[in-house]
């Protein structure tokens, strides 16, 4: 008999919507039976395989280093001399252009206005040493944010960018081990195969992401947040061409690569597969984190962990805690995830996902380094796939176990699911290896689609619905409704 898993300690999630089992060595012990084995870490941007080369976005990607410092004041030079050198990182332009809006179709509920996009948004400044970035107090407003997730926090840091003083309010600490945000890796990509509007707006994330990491690693060199590892798409072999004319049409860079270069990941029968060597992999843990310690430094942003949330006055902009006291604002954001319907009235519905986070064989260890992250995968082509990136473990799921539920709460069966995404063929000879944990996630999905904030009151907005894509989307939704409130005016908020 084999050497039984190392127990993984319990994360305490109380009804926080992210089970990740206390029994997962036993479920690991249950599947397979090994000890686990030491992994290495992901040899950056490895590339294998490539066929074909589709350049047509490769001008578009390309801009002089001098045009893109042309024309920066006050925040914009700042982020400017703390990119250099920073090889990716450098390549973030100093100011946001307008977000965009449209990444999800549908049209907004009567009476109730979307926000994903906004016509202009303030820049992102790398002020996180003096935390003062130039700006004026005239329309300054007090921000009352709900909820440390990411949606949450970016929020915050957009408010007091913007000249805003911000109050953060979360029921643990900061950031939440149990928000719906919380994990090791999320893969950004921005190929919509078909559909080149969406493909050019989901590239517009990539840039925003490096400014987010110049921002908020200004003090920490070296430490990125945003890995640009690519990302790997299997596809009937019928839809290749047209991902590569959506590809050329939205000026986003793509290869073709056939699926034998990828011996460890298990591709539908007959497909072929296309590189998106821009996109990658956000740390979003890290993120979080980083996040929270550049809101802790900035003198307009108060962070109050343990402040449970149990109502909003959509009215009178008020926040009431589980304590008995209430916190006012001149504008409340709810950011509290698939929570969010527990505080205002914002109909949605509930999903949740399991994850199983694998330990690959020591042998494959190296072969795994090149390995990009994958989508497309298994017997159906429903299933996905993050490697390990700077440390993470390997991450695999399937929408075939996505389901709709009713509830926050309550348990799952761990072994049951787990079985049914190591069965879904994502990953060859899944057998050989070590399955370290087992995590169910929540998110919330409206009728439309809609992902934005929307405004529920006069002075209060909430993000109810964020969709499986609700972290890489956080920088539209948290621009868009800072860019609102800048157009608004205290009358107008009451």
């Not at 990740?20 to 870490?41: Q, T, W, Y």
């Not at 740390?283 to 310690?293: K, N």
């Not at 920088?475 to 908020?493: C, G, K, N």
């Amino acid at each position: 008999m084999k050497a039984p898993l190392a127990d993984s300690p319990r994360e305490e999630d109380a009804g926080a919507g992210v089970a990740l089992s206390r029994e997962s060595a036993d479920l690991g012990r249950s599947l397979h039976g090994k000890a686990p084995l030491v992994g290495s870490p992901r040899e950056e941007e490895a590339e294998a395989g490539v066929e074909q080369v589709a350049r047509s976005g490769e001008a578009a990607a390309a801009r002089p280093q001098q045009e893109r410092r042309m024309g920066m004041t006050g925040p914009a030079q700042a982020m400017s001399a703390a990119s250099a050198g920073r090889g990716d990182l450098g390549q973030a332009r100093a100011s946001l252009a307008a977000p965009t809006a449209g990444l999800n179709a549908g049209q907004a509920s009567p009476g109730v206005d979307v926000l994903l996009g906004a016509a202009s948004t303030p820049s992102l400044g790398t002020a996180s040493r003096t935390g003062r970035p130039p700006r004026t107090r005239r329309g300054a407003l007090r921000v009352v944010v709900v909820g440390a997730g990411i949606t949450g926090l970016l929020t915050a840091i957009r408010g007091v960018l913007a000249g805003h003083r911000v109050v953060l309010l979360e029921r643990g600490p900061v950031p939440h081990p149990g928000a719906t945000s919380f994990d090791q890796h999320r893969a950004l990509r921005a190929l919509v195969v078909g559909d080149r509007v969406a493909t050019r707006k989901a590239a517009e994330l990539h840039r925003r992401w490096r400014e987010l990491d110049a921002l908020l690693c200004d003090h920490l060199p070296g430490a990125g947040l945003y890995r640009r590892v690519g990302v790997l798409q299997a596809l009937p072999p019928g839809q290749v061409p047209a991902a590569v004319g959506t590809a050329s049409a939205a000026g986003v860079p793509i290869r073709i690569v056939h699926p034998s270069a990828y011996p460890l990941l298990g591709f539908p029968r007959g497909s072929g597969a296309v590189f998106e060597p821009h996109a990658g992999t956000l740390l979003a843990d890290r993120v979080l984190h980083a996040a929270a310690r550049w809101l802790r430094h900035h003198p307009d942003a108060e962070l109050r962990p343990g402040r449970e949330a149990v109502g909003v006055d959509a009215d009178r902009a008020e926040v009431h805690l589980a304590d008995g006291t209430s916190v006012a604002g001149d504008v409340v954001l709810v950011a509290t995830g698939p929570w969010t319907g527990a505080l205002v009235d914002a109909p949605v519905a509930l999903h949740r996902q399991t994850m199983v986070y694998l330990r690959p064989p020591a042998a494959l260890a190296h072969a795994w380094a090149a390995t990009p992250t994958a989508g497309g995968l298994g017997a159906d082509g429903r299933a996905w796939l993050l490697p390990s990136v700077a440390g993470t473990l390997l991450k695999v799921s399937t929408d075939a176990v996505r389901r709709e539920v009713t509830t926050l709460a309550g348990s799952d069966d761990d072994a049951g699911w787990a079985a049914r995404v190591l069965a879904a063929g994502v990953v060859s000879d899944v057998d050989g290896y070590d399955v370290v944990r087992v995590k169910h996630c929540h998110y919330a999905t409206a009728e439309g689609g809609d992902t934005g904030f929307v405004r529920v009151g006069p002075a209060v907005w909430a993000r109810p619905a964020s969709g499986p894509d609700g972290f890489r989307t956080a920088p539209l939704a948290a621009d868009a409704v800072v860019a609102a409130l800048a157009s608004s005016t205290r009358r107008d908020l009451r």
